[in-house]
């Protein structure tokens, strides 16, 4: 009983990795843009 239910549960994660991989990203070419603050301090 066990063992289907881990059998159930991989077959479930390797279903949705395989499916996320056909998303996909659209990131623009050039992503700089913005103003220009001299002297500015910026805690990270």
Known sequence: MTNKVLFLIGFVILGFSFSSC?????????CNAGDIIPDA???G
Do not use: H, L, S, T
């Open 41 to 43: 301090i910026v805690y």
């Open 22 to 30: 056909e998303k996909g990203c659209d990131f623009p070419d050039n």
